[in-house]
């Protein structure tokens, strides 16, 4: 694939104003299907199902099965909804959106066309460099996931070029809601960075809820980038594409990022943009094109005869609006003022979409400095060296529990940083790792005083120094302890007992 | 011919229940009759003798043991093969399906396997219920039993066939635009479409899902109300069933009583462009009906002449959308292109070489109805016709209390005489189609036979939404009043077809 033409991004924003869209899918985590009764992949306790064993004859399509739309998947759909400061429907129809694709069991997919369960919304992004956004939010809408496709054969991993490929329908009717936010203007250099944060809002609020298990690299949140450019001074919007398989949040900064950079060159080489969904390659940083995509598009949408209209009672939407969460931009505030955190501090663990992972591990025990620091430190460089998202690497309860050990004495800084590593490599616990590789502090003194006793032995000249009050000689010391304990000692008991040793010697 | 295939389906139950049939021999008889007659008739598409044996074994073996069962346990029973049934081959008249067996049993099926009935087999119809002949079966046509050389009607053609033939007692069908009470009309027995939602459609294969029904086929207006009891009901796999429950039909039957009922003529319906034996018999049964009581008003609705223009929009954008799914990746036939071929490519070949002319024709129809730009004129302008023709319903129920016409134009056509005339076929079903649209129940009952050709007609009544029991009152006192003037039921003048059972025999049928 020819490396598209890129435009310097500074020179890119002086030409050109970026208008971006963002479409999020939620999956949500309820217990069965949007209309079936089949266990839903997206709820944690289906995860690992074998293919093809999360199916009904609904999820199949087959002959003479009908859908039943789930009543919890109604209420979660309500309650994102209102967090999203949308209007709720009073009545909303499903409707049919036909094309044919093999992973799709009835060949249509059941969605909400021309009347959507919530409508008109705002959501309040604030920026790294404290830019508060409002993003327009056109509707949320509910509809059923198609079945994931695997291609066999061929080098790219793509349908182009299989030899065959498997299908697997546990995921056909995983229930979904569809965010779509009006075009976004205003944004300038920031529109990268909007794109991130506004999907990290769209995380917290589903996570807050309950709703979903919200990790992008599960395919729980999934967002569509749309980019267009127009010339300055221009009325009309540039032609969008729609970047697909943005599955981090770094991602999506650097997706959008690209797109206003290759688009730039494009126009201003005198060249039209297609209008197509483009593919996201996470290992090259690029787009491609995709398939073309136009207005006219013709998915025959017609409101579907088997299900009958959505109509909330009003009692139901205030019930659900009582039971909010708190606003995502005030929860911030609080929990800012609660973990007593500087600015600077608080933004950084913003900025890393670390807020919820912070915020469980509190909860579950850490404090926040501790729950902060293995986050925004170690978490965040082991994964900004693999490429992905520090949520996807471990648990906020293993990192309460390291945490805790670490305050308990048992670990240091360092050898937790090795639990750290079998966390992630999915040993077990904190504690379990502690106990298989046996790598605890050595707490036992007469352990600690054998080898401190050997290494002053062993440097008598160090031992005179101590005697003669030179106490920062006994760094060479402390270190040669700390050796011999293969680092599994805490070092500033062994300082204590060397002094100790060295004076009652 | 074994006296127990000529008893209605109420009476073969008692039999049972008193202990003076077995349901293995009822349920023999009637594999006996079938094997006699059905490679003249062809109403059946599958058999399953063992199972249904087994199945009657099974509930003589309960029914001895002390269990407590309704009315038709133990009866036979045809099941069109538009629903659904777990061991089974269920096809729709398609080559598409041919070979599939389903892994579940549709609603109405399960229901009357509950009731202790003993389904026979599967019948024959037109491809996914689509035509009013059953010359759209991918596995051939279905004969009238009255003139072997006639169609059955249609879609549900097979299903009449069989009960007319007393092949089975009694039949499930389909009603999407009369599939059930136009086969009645031609072979002189009763079908009924119930309230749309008064029976699940789950496992019914869909034809277009907003005007499918599924219902009785039967003798007796009584049969018709015993099975109504055991399918309808609520179901939670059905979205549109009605979740209120139903009173007995069998009731509303038995004390049938048309003093005082006020019975409307839609105008339009009762017009030159009915065959004259078939208006003839309409208005005698109304005459009749008045003699006892009942009172006959004229009324108006003018929407109804538009019906027919609205459906051939409606059911055929419903229908592209419905029959997607056949695309060979998780059922049915697969045709890969000579040298393999795409997804697109196979899924192309299948449905060209496994849908038939007609169903080709209506998901064209409908793929083009609901395009973008043409949306608005075609499927918006057919819904909105829908809402004037359930106005004309409700402007009439505010006067009468049932509706009545001829159940079809004419008594049943030559096979192929209309094969090649979409049009003229389609028209068939003018008097019949309103109830689909509007939601209503219908009735056809016989009303005797045309002087002209001594073919059956049927007369049909409708009523409004959800009360199906007066289209059981108004039908079993016709009924009654009916076969006191002519002394034994029309089917009784119905031919003997055990003269077919030799050369059944020769082609080696079943």
Same mark, same amino acid.
């Given at each position: ?318 019930? *659900?609006?009582? =039971?909010?969460? @708190?606003?995502? &931009? $005030? ?5 800012? !003022?609660?973990?007593?955190? %500087? ?10 979409? *670390?807020?919820? =992972?912070?915020? @469980?591990?509190? &909860? $579950? ?5 501790? !729950?902060?620091?293995?986050? %925004? ?19 906020? &309860? ?11 004495? %048992? ?95 | ?510």
């Amino acid at each position: 694939m020819a490396r598209a033409a890129l435009m310097d991004f500074d020179k890119a924003l002086e030409l050109f104003e970026p208008v971006i869209g963002l479409e999020v899918h939620v999956e949500l985590n309820t217990t069965t299907k949007m209309f079936s009764s089949a266990p839903n992949p997206a709820n944690s306790a289906f995860h690992d199902a074998a293919p093809n064993t999360l199916i009904t004859p609904v999820c199949l399509g087959l002959p003479g099965s009908l859908p039943v739309v789930n009543e919890q998947a109604i209420r979660s759909s309500i309650s994102l909804g209102l967090a999203l400061g949308c209007s709720i429907a009073e009545s909303s129809r499903f409707a049919r959106k036909n094309y044919f694709y093999p992973d799709l069991a009835k060949n249509y997919q059941i969605s909400q066309y021309d009347e959507p369960i919530a409508f008109d919304g705002e959501v309040e992004v604030e920026l790294e460099n404290g830019r508060i956004f409002q993003v327009p939010i056109e509707r949320a809408h509910m509809e059923e996931d198609a079945g994931k496709l695997t291609h066999i054969g061929g080098a790219t991993g793509r349908i182009q070029g299989a030899e065959y490929s498997l299908v697997d329908y546990n995921r056909a009717g995983v229930p979904l809601v569809e965010i779509v936010t009006r075009p976004i203007f205003g944004a300038e250099a920031d529109a990268p960075a909007l794109a991130s944060a506004y999907v990290s809002i769209i995380r917290d609020i589903a996570l807050s809820l309950g709703i979903s298990e919200a990790r992008m690299e599960r395919g729980n949140l999934r967002c569509d980038a749309n980019v267009s450019l127009r010339p300055r001074g221009a009325e009309k919007l540039g032609t969008r594409t729609e970047t697909k398989n943005v599955n981090s949040f770094r991602s999506i900064e650097r997706a959008v990022r690209y797109e206003i950079q290759r688009q730039a060159a494009i126009l201003a080489d005198g060249g039209s943009i297609t209008q197509e969904t483009r593919h996201w390659h996470e290992d090259t940083g690029t787009t491609s094109a995709g398939r073309p995509k136009s207005d006219a598009d013709d998915y025959r949408y017609f409101p579907e005869p088997d299900l009958l209209p959505v109509v909330p009672s009003p009692e139901l939407i205030e019930q *659900l609006r009582a =039971e909010l969460p @708190e606003p995502p &931009a $005030a929860r911030r505030r609080r929990l800012k !003022a609660e973990w007593g955190f %500087t600015d600077i501090d608080f933004q950084g663990v913003v900025n890393s979409n *670390l807020l919820v =992972e912070v915020t @469980e591990t509190v &909860a $579950a025990g850490a404090t926040p400095a501790a !729950a902060r620091k293995w986050w %925004t430190g170690e978490l965040a460089r082991i994964a900004n060296a693999q490429n992905v998202d520090a949520a996807s690497l471990a648990s906020p &309860a293993h990192v309460a529990e390291l945490a805790g050990l670490v305050e308990a004495g %048992t670990l240091t800084d360092r050898l937790a940083r090795q639990v750290l590593e079998g966390v992630i490599a999915g040993e077990g616990s904190p504690q379990q790792i502690v106990d298989a590789r046996g790598l605890a502090v050595v707490s036992d003194d007469s352990a600690l005083i054998a080898a401190i006793d050997q290494a002053l032995a062993s440097q008598p000249d160090v031992l005179e120094k101590i005697r003669d009050g030179k106490v920062q000689a006994a760094g060479a010391v402390i270190g040669a302890v700390m050796k011999a304990m293969q680092g599994k000692a805490d070092a500033a008991r062994v300082r204590e007992l060397v002094l100790e040793r060295a004076t009652a010697q | 011919m074994s006296e127990i295939i000529r008893l209605t389906a109420a009476e073969l139950g008692a039999k049972i229940a008193a202990g003076d049939v077995s349901s293995v021999e009822a349920t023999r008889a009637h594999l006996d009759r079938i094997a006699a007659v059905d490679g003249a008739v062809h109403a059946f598409l599958h058999v399953d003798a063992e199972g249904a044996l087994a199945a009657a074994a099974d509930v003589d073996r309960r029914r001895a043991a002390g269990e407590a069962f309704g009315p038709l346990a133990g009866v036979p029973i045809a099941v069109k093969d538009v629903l659904v049934t777990e061991g089974m081959p269920s096809t729709a008249g398609s080559r598409i399906l041919e070979g599939w067996i389903p892994p579940y049993d549709a609603t109405p099926v399960r229901l009357v396997r509950e009731a202790g009935m003993i389904p026979l087999g599967k019948t024959n119809m037109d491809e996914f219920a689509m035509g009013s002949s059953t010359e759209h079966s991918a596995y051939g046509p279905t004969h009238n039993p009255w003139d072997l050389d006639r169609i059955p009607g249609g879609s549900g053609g097979g299903s009449a066939a069989s009960v007319a033939a007393f092949e089975a007692p009694l039949a499930l069908g389909s009603d999407t635009g009369g599939s059930i009470r136009q086969p009645a009309h031609v072979t002189g027995t009763v079908g009924v479409k119930p309230t749309y939602g008064a029976v699940s459609r789950y496992g019914s294969i869909a034809l277009a899902s907003s005007l499918d029904q599924i219902g009785p086929v039967t003798r007796t207006v009584l049969d018709a109300a015993l099975l109504q009891d055991v399918i309808a009901g609520h179901d939670p796999h059905d979205s549109t069933s009605i979740a209120e429950p139903w009173p007995s039909m069998a009731d509303a039957v038995r004390r049938a009583d048309v003093a005082g009922v006020r019975i409307g003529v839609v105008k339009q319906l009762d017009s030159d462009g009915v065959q004259a034996g078939v208006r003839s018999r309409f208005h005698e049964a109304l005459a009749l009906l008045e003699r006892n009581g009942a009172e006959i008003v004229e009324i108006d609705a003018p929407s109804f002449e538009y019906a027919i223009a609205a459906y051939y929009l409606i059911l055929p954008a419903e229908a592209s959308s419905n029959l997607a799914k056949f695309d060979s990746v998780r059922f049915g036939l697969r045709v890969t292109p000579e040298g393999g071929g795409t997804v697109e490519q196979v899924m192309a070949a299948t449905r060209e070489a496994g849908f038939g002319p007609e169903v080709k024709r209506r998901i064209i129809l409908g793929t083009y109805a609901l395009s973008a730009g043409y949306y608005d004129a075609y499927y918006g302008s057919a819904q909105k016709v829908r809402t004037l023709v359930q106005r004309d319903f409700d402007a009439a129920f505010a006067k009468v209390d049932v509706l009545a016409t001829p159940t079809a134009p004419t008594t049943a056509f030559k096979l192929g005489e209309k094969l090649d005339d979409p049009l003229s076929m389609y028209l068939n079903d003018v008097a019949t189609i309103p109830a689909n649209l509007a939601g209503v129940p219908g009735i056809s009952l016989p009303a005797g036979l045309a002087p002209e050709d001594g073919l059956p007609v049927g007369i049909q009544f409708l009523a409004p939404a959800r009360q199906d029991a007066r289209l059981y009152n108004v039908g079993g006192a016709l009924e009654r009043l009916l076969e006191a003037e002519w002394g034994a039921p029309l089917l009784s003048r119905a031919p003997d077809l055990s003269s077919h059972e030799m050369a059944a025999a020769e082609e080696g049928a079943l």
